[in-house]
């Protein structure tokens, strides 16, 4: 395993692990609660870890399932909309039920983080440490069961800068993260409640995309084009933000 390789993937795990903590402190500093960002982290434990995968389980491995994983488009369209309502159900259902006494704005942001920051962590963060382990086994010449070899050698030969977009990646996640939790935060919030759906649809629609484009163009131009969608709901979500600011801080 190169060098250049073993930096880029430490630099990823230390990405997703720095930057939701440094977010959430800088949040903390203006009034964000660390139980908001854990409620977060756990929802989307539940919901997309848990939920969402026992929804795969019975879509993906029946007759239709085979259907859809037969076509790039269809499988872009079922996993961002099965991404999209569970995750933003989470999220309404945590503000709604979980976090009902929380009326502050700043509690969007810290619950956005601590969604975002656990899945870049599981998602990216634990995934690379993975592969750093067993690059440097192999490399060293540990034992490496032989049916994974293959897999491993295919992971040596990725250049070490491709690793770093799993790192640009899980920022432009995280960062849409916490624009779609002011969205469905003001939906609870306030009466727009359209926001809820326009969250859900927001989230599908940057999945689709990710894994659509992704199946066509080069990694960067996927990444980029992810970017573009985040910062464009972002610049929404500031909008919502700046006007739930009539809502009283909590005591």
């Known amino acids: 395993m190169s060098v250049g390789a073993i930096t880029a993937i430490i630099i990823v795990i230390i ?21 908001d960002f854990l409620v977060g982290a756990a929802t989307f ?16 491995q029946s007759g239709v399932g085979v259907v859809i994983q ?9 996993g961002g909309l099965a991404a999209g309502v569970f995750e933003e159900t989470g999220r309404f259902l945590a503000f709604r039920f979980v976090l009902r006494g929380r009326t502050s704005r700043i509690t ?21 440490a993975s592969n750093l382990i067993l690059g440097l086994t192999y490399t060293h010449g540990g034992a490496i069961p032989s049916e994974i070899i293959p897999a491993i050698e295919a ?36 009466d727009r409640r359209w926001l809820y759906p326009a969250a859900i649809l927001i989230h599908a629609a940057v999945n689709f ?31 919502v933000y700046k006007n739930l600011s009539k809502y009283p801080s909590e005591t």
């Open 70 to 78: 037969g076509n790039i488009w269809l499988y872009g369209l079922y």
């Open 209 to 239: 995309m990710a894994v659509v484009v992704n199946a066509y163009l080069p990694i960067a131009a996927t990444e980029l084009l992810v970017l573009l969608f985040t910062a464009i709901a972002a610049l929404w979500a500031a909008r």
């Open 108 to 128: 969007s942001l810290s619950y956005g983080i601590g969604h975002g920051g656990i899945e870049a962590f599981l998602v990216a963060g634990l995934t690379m």
């Open 15 to 35: 990405l997703t692990i720095a930057v939701p903590l440094g977010v959430m402190l800088f949040l903390a500093r203006s009034g964000g609660s660390w139980k």
């Open 45 to 60: 434990i539940v919901f997309a870890l848990v939920l969402e995968r026992i929804l795969h389980l019975l879509i993906l």
């Open 155 to 190: 992971l040596l030969a990725i250049p070490a800068p491709t690793f770093l977009w799993s790192g640009f990646e899980r920022l432009s996640a995280m960062a849409l993260h916490m624009a779609l939790s002011v969205l469905v935060f003001a939906s609870v919030r306030t």
